[in-house]
Antibody
Framework: QLQLQESGPGLVKPSETLSLICTVS??????????WGWLRQPPGKGLEWIGT???????FYNPSLKSRITMSVDTSESQFSLNLSSMTAADTAVYYC????????????WGQGAKVTVSS | QSVLTQPPSVSGAPGQRVTISCTGS?????????VDWYQQLPGTAPKLLIY???NRPSGVPDRFSGSKSGTSASLAITGLQAQDEADYYC????????????FGGGTKLTVL
């Protein structure tokens, strides 16, 4: 059974870069029919898509965040990562990683989420 | 302001049927892109309920169903149960700008 687990710092200072990793288990990160996404949910608010990446390196980013996003895949570690630069208080949220069988498409499997707070 | 519009809240008594609407535009649902629906219980990650507008993943009860017409979509829940009380989100793809997965603002379902 496919499982995803986010890891990273719970606290980030303003202007710094957030780095999160999602570890994939129970399935292959190199599957041609899997795309790997990042989403977030600010406290008390709705869901926002950040970006999606395929193991081949093909990536798709939210236009509103594109200038701040870097995503990558490490097939040897079965991990994919998100770097989000120039963090502000508005980036405080629970960050989720998830799998899409296709892009665009639904997110079928989700990680449990990683809470990130931006504060000095 | 979400690209997809959902009612903030809906409610129903146990056993009743409720529907949650998701209204988009010609650049997303109206362009033919599918709609997906998620259920989020408090403090947990979203769970996929409906994908491809009308399909249920394995394990999702057939009390949950989805439909799409024009620039809108709906999630219907029949035989309402107390454990259905949750937040529900719709998702689609918007082809404007460079293209983006987009979500509705979410609907809080209260079981009376």
């Amino acid at each position: 059974q496919l499982q995803l687990q986010e890891s990273g710092p719970g606290l980030v200072k303003p202007s710094e870069t957030l780095s999160l990793i999602c570890t994939v288990s129970g399935g292959s990160i190199s599957s041609s029919t899997s795309y790997w996404g990042w989403l977030r949910q600010p406290p008390g608010k709705g869901l926002e898509w950040i970006g999606t990446i395929h193991y081949s390196g093909m990536s798709f980013y939210n236009p509103s965040l594109k200038s701040r996003i870097t995503m990558s895949v490490d097939t040897s570690e079965s991990q994919f990562s998100l770097n989000l630069s120039s963090m502000t208080a508005a980036d405080t949220a629970v960050y989720y990683c998830a799998r899409q069988p296709d892009y665009p498409g639904a997110f079928h499997t989700w990680g449990q989420g990683a809470k990130v707070t931006v504060s000095s | 302001q979400s690209v997809l519009t959902q009612p903030p809240s809906v409610s129903g008594a146990p056993g009743q049927r409720v529907t949650i609407s998701c209204t988009g535009s010609r650049s997303n649902i109206g362009a033919g892109y599918d709609v997906d629906w998620y259920q989020q219980l408090p403090g947990t990650a979203p769970k996929l309920l409906i994908y491809g507008s009308t399909n249920r993943p394995s394990g999702v009860p057939d009390r949950f169903s989805g439909s799409k017409s024009g620039t809108s979509a709906s999630l219907a829940i029949t035989g309402l149960q107390a454990q259905d009380e949750a937040d529900y989100y719709c998702q689609s793809f918007d082809s404007s700008l460079s293209g983006s997965e987009v979500f509705g603002g979410g609907t809080k379902l209260t079981v009376l």
